[in-house]
C-alpha cells in the first residue's frame, strides 16, 4: 500500500550499543577548553560549554533553553529556574560570572531577542539546536582533550559540577535538589558513589 514511510518504527539511537554511565570531566579538563575556546575566540562552544557545566541540565532541557529564562532584561541572571521536560519538575541552577560573562557575548554576536532560543539551530528543520547536533559537538571537544568518546556523552556535562559538589560537601541532598531528582537513591545511583564511599569509609577506620 505504500505506507511503509508511516508504519515505520524509528529503532532507538543507542539500540545494539552497550551505554554505561559517562564520567564527569575533571577540572583540568574543563579549564583546557575554556582556554581553547577564549583563545579561538569559539564564542557559541564557550557559552554552551559554561551553561551545560553551571545547569547540570540534561541535553533536552538545555538545548531548548530560551533568552528570557537566563535573562533579566538585557542582563544574564544570577540564577534561573525551568521546568524539566522528563520529569516535568522544576529546577533552579545558579549562572557563575564566566558563564554570564560568556552567554552575554554569545547573546550580542548572535543579535538574539527574548523569545529566540539561546542556542539556535543551523539546520533549517529545527529552531534549536537538537539533542544529537549537541552530542556532535561534545565528541568534537572530547576528541580535542584527546579522550576516550567512549567513557563520556551529554551526561558527563550534567555529572560535571554535581560530581565536584558532592565530593566537596558530601551533602546529596542539596546535589539531589540541583539534578531535580525526586528520589535520593537516584542521586546516589546517579553519582555512582556507593562503592567508592564505602571503601574510603573503610579505609579511614583503624582497627
Not at 529546577?91 to 554570564?100: C, D, G, L, N, S
Not at 539534578?179 to 535520593?184: A, P, Q
Request: aromatic content about 6%; some cysteine.
Amino acid at each position: 500500500m505504500g505506507n511503509t514511510g508511516i508504519n515505520a518504527i524509528r529503532e532507538p539511537w543507542n539500540k545494539g550499543k552497550i551505554i554505561g554511565q559517562k564520567a564527569p570531566f575533571k577540572l583540568k579538563d574543563i579549564w583546557a577548553l575554556r582556554v581553547r575556546f577564549q583563545m579561538e575566540h569559539r564564542v557559541r562552544e564557550l557559552a554552551l560549554f559554561n551553561l551545560g557545566i553551571d545547569s547540570k541540565l540534561r541535553g533536552c532541557d538545555l538545548v531548548a533553553l530560551k533568552v528570557r529564562d537566563v535573562c533579566h532584561g538585557d542582563q544574564v541572571a544570577t540564577r534561573a529556574i525551568v521546568l524539566q521536560h522528563k520529569t516535568q519538575r522544576p529546577v533552579q541552577f545558579e549562572i557563575t560570572p564566566a558563564t554570564r560573562d560568556a552567554l552575554q557575548e554569545w547573546i550580542k554576536q548572535a543579535g538574539l531577542k527574548s523569545d529566540d532560543f539561546i542556542f539556535p539551530s543551523r539546520l533549517h528543520d529545527s529552531p534549536h539546536l537538537g539533542t544529537r547536533q549537541y552530542a556532535r559537538i561534545l565528541g568534537h571537544w572530547v576528541d580535542e582533550l584527546g579522550l576516550d568518546r567512549a567513557d563520556y556523552g551529554t551526561h558527563s556535562m550534567r555529572r560535571t559540577k554535581a560530581t565536584l559538589i558532592y565530593r566537596r560537601t558530601k551533602n546529596l541532598r542539596a546535589v539531589q535538589l540541583l539534578l531535580g531528582h525526586s528520589k535520593l537513591e537516584s542521586t546516589v545511583r546517579y553519582l555512582g558513589i556507593e562503592v567508592d564511599d564505602a571503601l574510603e569509609i573503610s579505609e579511614q577506620t583503624e582497627i
